[in-house]
């Protein structure tokens, strides 16, 4: 059986009754983490090439783009809500699934899916599981250390098949639909350099929606009769062969659909920043914080982490824009210090733009140790504080961390209420977290209009 035929089974069997309670709950959770996401996204640049775009697609308006009164065809729709809710950096992730981030990919498929065929919530939560679980699976297979020094930007190549998953579950496709969808998400992903990020650039952005809106097409043209081939995920000239050296078919089907892999490293992010800052954002926020070290009190920051983080956090201390901020291990620790979070408004023009800030980022020096890159994904870091008066004080992070519920739903109001009435944000909390009993998703994407 291929890869491509074992994954089919799977996303055609499934049933969320099958899955435990955890493991629906947490997607529940990415779903309303997603949303905010997007709907704060929907306030930046991204916002308007992708609803001008949306607006000037001629086909049945069935789809909503959040933040706007557009309704349009899904896959457009997938791709401007998956190009917002990127923007941010703030989306959820898996570390050991080459730190893909799916739910900025199904949800918006799923949601535009969904909206256009009056599903229900609880089907749509259950294509959302099969789109997690896939997603990370197919990820798994390779490892994320050779995937990015290649020079890819993993979610831009691999995300997509959790788009396709999750809408074939979602539209009820037949087990040789399905494998001709997925095998043609192979063939249809885009190569994703990881450049734009460092780069400032906004196709970066687009990693989030490009990928979501592949796997709707790559679903409804197999729906059509397009055909790829079923073996193209193991074939000496396929996917897997192009983008690694190697690859373990083992991690994609051993226990499929008797136990779930993307639970156990899956994370929701505190800080809307690559996730390659987290550690040593939390290292210089404890010190900091125990030794009440002020900007002007700083001579140098030196932070020793592994190569990967090294080769890919090239934003540099002066970023052009917000984009280019969350890929500066630079910038991120300035900000972190100064501002004492990094959360969006340390991602504002005037914020990036701070004298103090870009002073300070000058003085972070990065250092690459050898036995820190052994357990990539795993990314400890560490981080050594030296004062104008001498003093040192240093920091050791090896565990990044994920919100808890609370903080997910407190993360989720403080961006929807940017954007949305508060009766509107307690309404779409409640609707999400309650999706289960929804009776149709139209009724959230409604409300997510505006």
Known sequence: ????????????????????????????????????????????????????????????????????????????????????????????????ACGLHIGVSVVPAVLAVGESIGASGSLVLEAAVVGYEVGARVARAVGSRTVYLRGFHAQGVLVGFASAAACAHLLDMNQKQIANALSATACLSPISPWGPFPLGGMTKDAYGGWPSMVGVMACYLAREGLTSPNEIFENNFGFYNIIADKYDSREISEGLGKHFVFPQTHYYKPYSICRLVHNPADCVLSIVGKHKITPDMIKQIKVTTNDVVWSLLTGGPHPINDIQARASLHYGLAAAIAYGDLGVDSFSATAISNPEVRELAQKVEILV??????????????????????????????SERSLDKLGVIEKFRNLALRVYPAETVMKVQESVLGIDEVRDVSSIAGLLRR
């Not at 035929?5 to 309303?32: Q, W």
């Not at 052994?374 to 008066?389: A, C, F, H, M, W």
């Open 1 to 96: 059986m291929t890869i491509a035929d074992s994954l089919a089974t799977f996303i055609r069997e499934f049933k969320l009754s099958n899955a435990p309670g955890d493991v629906s709950e947490r997607v529940r959770l990415a779903f309303l983490d997603t949303l905010g996401c997007i709907a704060f996204g929907s306030l930046s640049s991204s916002r308007s090439p992708v609803e001008g775009m949306a607006r000037r697609v001629s086909s049945p308006m069935t789809a909503s783009v959040v933040g706007t009164s557009v309704k349009t065809w899904p896959p457009i729709a997938a791709l401007a809500n998956g190009t917002m809710g990127h923007r941010l950096d703030f989306d959820d992730g898996i570390s050991q």
């Open 369 to 398: 140790n050898p036995s820190l890159s052994g357990g990539y994904p795993k990314r400890p870091s560490e981080v050594l504080i030296v004062t104008k008066d001498g003093r040192c004080y240093s920091e050791r992070a090896d």
